[in-house]
């Protein structure tokens, strides 16, 4: 077991890494299931083809039978995956609706934080909306694969002390991308032409150091704001779809920090947008 200095596991289970969104716990149960029927549907296909290969192998005493199949075999082996993938279906509709539903009840009905990612080839063009929190004016800043968010806060049961919901306006200017943000079990397509809608809450800030420290706002934001920027950790965002030459290198830093910080930063790259816009 690995733990972090404010008690989180970082443990890897198995196969992922740990989830830190709200939602990431119910997507990893749904990916176990899959991962598990599809491997052992594919096991004992596999296996009784090898079966069949060697049991019916070449042999000059036997003679060629005529068949025409059999139709209860045929039945069987399309109404048990069809009833399998129903379920999963089922299994699966409520995760969806969270995730992805705008209409569904258990869809975030408030975001914190709204941003707007425009994925170009090769990088992740993420706009804030600045002090006033509103897109379109003199105060919006946009910064080349940084996305920083504020995290949202828990209490030792996991209760949510305070929500923190992030929503990505995603879309592309080129070709199609895809937001990939493992530790948070996202994954979207950025489509050009068309304005996605994608959110998330990271309920674990970014681990900033050996001693697990977070920096505080008003030590470190004076000058130029990257002290964000400059934490030594981040969660990697990565483009999962095949979008070019340099689709291995279009990779985002997330950082989870909290709040104070988050808007700290905010401030000092919106004061400084605003100045340029008003200075010419
Ligand atoms: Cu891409």
Redesign the pocket.
Known sequence: MQVRPDGFDVTWKWWLPPAHSSFGDDVDLLFYWIFWITMLTFVGVEGLMLYFCFKYRRNPARKTIYTKGSHSLEVAWTVIPAVILVALGVASAKTWATTKDPANPSFPQEFQTTVKII????AWKVTYPGNDKEFGTDDDFTETNILNVPFEPTNADGEVITEENVRVLLS?KD????LFIPVLRVKQD?VPGFLGNVWFDCQRATYAGPDGKHLTADSKYSEDGRTLVDWEESYEIA??????L??SQ?RMQLKAVPRADWEAWVKVKSDAAKARAAGG
Do not use: K, R, T
């Open positions: 994925a170009e080839q090769f592309s070709v199609i991308h895809s950025a483009c999962a779809e095949l979008c070019g340099g689709h279009m």
